[in-house]
């Protein structure tokens, strides 16, 4: 339990922390964070309405420019220091350094307790899609039987049809964390990874086979060569290409920090990217062929009913499952898919909070999953089981993704490259065992492009959100649950870098094996 | 479908498809280094 470590070889007490017992079981458990909610009902409708077929080039860029480089990135930092993200950060830099990994600590445990309602929605979901209990108005169905929205505000008059699937996912999530890397984390996703394959692949197979799939995948695939030369275009690329793989804020970190010291990370890491986006492909043609058979059995154009996140979850897809021929069987592929997908996203968030407090207070795996479990739960269920939590939700979400992941992420490149000038170290590291060679592009692309690109994506985005208040929200959720939460966990992270670590723990970089 | 959207279609699958077969053909190339210590998970 305890880490007994030594001064020359800090990793050695790491043994402890748990590990990964092989590659592949690392592979699928990174897929399985990066493959999430926004593979799904993101994806689809960005590509869709940023130029068709003609945004695969911008994607591409973005994916080997920004994606792919900041993707080893993170592994480098996880892999050399073998720490949880302020471990790690902390061996990097020292205690300053230390902060960028609270940071990204503080974000994962916000988002966290709000990833889980969804998830509780989408079990709710695969159980209504058996007997299409939204009847002719899904949406009135969402938000007034099934959610029970009221006006923004914080209240606590529970809806037990979100309260009890959400315990029941956190006491799933917990019963996974205490089981530990290997036989939780990564057993869970060899299980579940495969199962999502397959399961998406039926519900693509059946949705092609939809009248009007066709002209679903024609408005998908169609390009729009004019829409390359607008810059908001290469943002929507660079912006889905930075938040699908799950990078920037953490949790690659930790992950990497579980595998073997010779394992081949930069090969490893092209396997995991070109998975990420080998799903949202296949999830681009399921969901265009589904909403090309709701066109053609509503006579409406493609453009009126193509959407994304929930209103694409819970509204749209519970009309197509109305309408089509074994409707069900299409509603359990595609809310057991959400289920399964989202758990093992939500599992890899929250492991990097369990991760960080386990290092810092030397604690057994059992006891840092409880007390990290246990209060994110609480605070899960007395926000969001509520009347009142779909626009905390709603709000969160944005900043957090916005204010908090991709702010994170730029300031911990510009750091890690200009302030602790720690690229050429850790891309020595990355090549002695990786089979992809990192040459100084890769050094340009992480100290230089890829910040620019993603410093020109927040920009915009706080343009947009200073333009006008999200979503017509209220001034005090903005400013309170939106701007709040996003400089909260800046201040804790501030506040907990400058507390002590036990003594047990060694803060010193682990010594360089030689490898091969 | 029209032609182009046919096109593209076909071009993003063998890009993105094509381009994982070939990352995970790299991988299993490549010596297969596997952690080897003792995995205790507590």
Redesign the interface.
């Known amino acids: 339990?305890a880490t007994h470590a030594q001064a020359s070889d800090p990793s050695a007490g790491q043994?402890?922390r748990?590990?990964?017992?092989?590659?592949r079981v690392f592979i699928l458990a990174a897929i399985g964070s990066a493959v999430g909610l926004g593979n799904i009902w993101r994806f689809p409708y960005v590509a869709y309405e940023n130029g068709?077929?003609?945004f695969?080039i911008p994607y591409?860029v973005a994916l080997l420019v920004a994606g792919l480089p900041f993707l080893l990135l993170d592994y480098g930092i996880g892999h050399r220091y073998r720490g949880s993200a302020p471990l790690s950060f902390r061996r990097l830099g020292g205690a300053t350094a230390e902060t960028l990994g609270w940071w990204q600590v503080g974000i994962c445990a916000v988002i966290a307790i709000y990833y889980a309602v969804i998830i509780a929605w989408a079990v709710r979901y695969t159980f209504f899609s058996i007997d299409e209990s939204w009847g002719s108005a899904p949406d009135e169905f969402l938000f007034g039987d099934f959610l029970q929205v009221a006006e923004p505000g914080i209240g606590l008059d529970f809806v037990g049809g979100v309260f009890w699937p959400l315990l029941l996912v956190w006491l799933a999530v917990i019963a996974v964390m205490v089981a530990?890397?290997?036989?939780g984390i990564g057993a869970l996703a060899a299980v579940f990874i495969p199962l999502l394959v397959v399961a998406f692949l039926a519900l693509v197979i059946r949705s092609l086979f939809l009248p009007g799939a066709?002209?679903g995948?024609?408005a998908?695939?169609?390009?729009n060569w004019g829409a390359l030369t607008n810059a908001g275009v290469w943002a929507a690329a660079f912006g889905q290409i930075f938040f699908s793989l799950s990078i920037g804020f953490g949790i690659m970190i930790t992950y990497a920090s579980y595998?073997?010291?010779?394992?081949?990370m930069t090969?490893?890491g092209?396997?995991v990217g070109?998975?990420n986006?080998?799903f949202e492909?296949l999830a681009g043609?399921g969901v265009f062929a589904a909403l090309g058979f709701m066109a053609q059995a509503s006579g409406v154009a493609i453009d009126e009913v193509a959407t994304e996140g929930l209103g694409l979850a819970f509204i749209a897809f519970p009309a197509i499952i109305s309408e089509a021929p074994a409707g069900a069987l299409i509603g359990v592929l595609f809310f057991g898919s959400l289920v399964v997908a989202g758990l093992t996203s939500l599992i890899s968030v929250i492991e990097v909070v369990i991760s960080a407090v386990r290092d810092k207070l030397d604690l057994?795996?059992t006891t840092a999953s409880l007390v990290v479990g246990v209060p994110a739960a609480t605070a899960s269920l007395l926000l969001f089981a509520t009347t009142t939590g779909v626009p905390l939700l709603d709000t969160a979400d944005h900043f957090i993704n916005r204010f908090g992941i991709l702010l994170v992420a730029v300031v911990s490149m510009l750091a890690v490259t200009w302030v602790y000038r720690d690229l050429d170290h850790l891309r020595d590291h990355l090549n002695r065992?990786g089979?992809?060679p990192l040459g100084s592009w890769w050094l340009a692309l992480v100290g230089v492009v890829t910040p620019a690109a993603l410093v020109y994506v927040l920009i915009e985005e706080l343009r947009g959100v200073l333009a006008e208040p999200y979503e017509g929200y209220p001034a005090w959720l903005i400013n309170g649950v939106g701007w709040g939460s996003a400089a909260l966990v800046l201040v804790l992270a501030i506040v907990l870098a400058r507390l002590p670590w036990r003594r047990t723990v060694d803060l010193t970089a682990p010594t360089e094996e030689v490898?091969? | 479908?029209?032609t182009?959207?046919?096109?593209?279609?076909i071009?993003?699958?063998l890009?993105?498809?094509g381009?994982?077969a070939l990352?995970?053909r790299?991988?299993t190339r490549?010596?297969?280094?596997?952690?080897?210590?003792?995995?205790?998970?507590?």
């Open positions: 339990m043994h402890s748990g590990h990964f017992t092989s590659r068709g077929g003609a695969l591409l530990g890397v290997q036989r066709l002209d995948l024609d998908l695939f169609a390009p595998v073997g010291r010779k394992t081949d090969g490893s092209l396997v070109l998975a986006s080998s492909l043609i057994s795996r065992t089979s992809v490898s091969r | 479908m029209t182009s959207a046919v096109v593209m279609m071009v993003a699958m890009v993105v498809w381009g994982l990352a995970i790299n991988l490549t010596t297969r280094e596997e952690p080897d210590e003792v995995h205790r998970d507590l």
